[in-house]
C-alpha cells in the first residue's frame, strides 16, 4: 500500500488506467445509444451523434498512439489532417444499432488496452521526459481523458428507451 502515517491513499490513475477509465466511461454511455432518436445533439459550435462520438475517439485514440509510436522511434509524426468534429458525414447520422455498440465495444476496448500496454511498459522518467516535440506521454494521457467529451455531448440515452 501507498499509505504512510496520516496520509490518505493516492487517488491518482497511472496515465494507462486514465485511457481505459475514459473509453469504459464511453462505452457505458454508448450502451443507451440504441435509443438515439436521430437528432443531433448541437453542443458549443459542433454537431454530434453516436456514431460521430465512436469516430471521434477511435480517431483521436489512433491519432496520438500513432505520434506516441513514432516519437518513440525517433520519428517526427505525420501532420494531422483529421478534419475531427468540425464535420458530420452522412454515416454518422445513420441509427446506432446493437451492431454498432457490439463494433465500437471491440474496437475501442482493443484501442485502450493497445494505449495502457504502451503506457504501462515506459518508465516514469519516459512518461515525463517523452522524445520529440509536444506534450509529454503523461500529459497526452490525460489529453485523452478529455475524449469523454465526445461520448458525453451524446450523452445518456437510457430515459428515450422508457
Not at 101 to 117: G, H, Y
Request: charged content about 25%; some cysteine.
Amino acid at each position: 500500500m501507498n499509505e504512510t502515517a496520516g496520509q490518505a491513499p493516492s487517488t491518482a490513475l497511472t496515465p494507462a488506467d486514465a485511457v481505459t477509465a475514459m473509453v469504459e466511461h464511453c462505452l457505458a454511455l454508448a450502451q443507451t445509444w440504441t435509443a438515439w432518436d436521430g437528432t443531433p445533439a448541437h453542443i458549443d459550435d459542433r454537431v454530434y451523434t453516436p456514431h460521430k462520438a465512436i469516430r471521434r475517439l477511435a480517431d483521436h485514440l489512433v491519432d496520438h498512439l500513432a505520434e506516441m509510436e513514432a516519437r518513440l522511434a525517433g520519428e517526427a509524426p505525420q501532420p494531422d489532417h483529421w478534419h475531427a468534429s468540425t464535420i458530420t458525414t452522412p454515416a454518422d447520422l445513420a441509427p446506432f444499432t446493437a451492431e454498432d455498440l457490439d463494433e465500437a465495444r471491440s474496437r475501442l476496448t482493443r484501442l485502450a488496452r493497445m494505449w495502457a500496454n504502451r503506457l504501462d511498459a515506459l518508465t516514469d522518467e519516459q512518461l515525463d521526459r517523452s522524445p520529440g516535440d509536444g506534450w509529454t506521454f503523461r500529459e497526452l494521457a490525460e489529453h485523452l481523458e478529455g475524449s469523454r467529451y465526445y461520448a458525453d455531448a451524446v450523452g445518456d440515452l437510457s430515459a428515450r428507451s422508457d
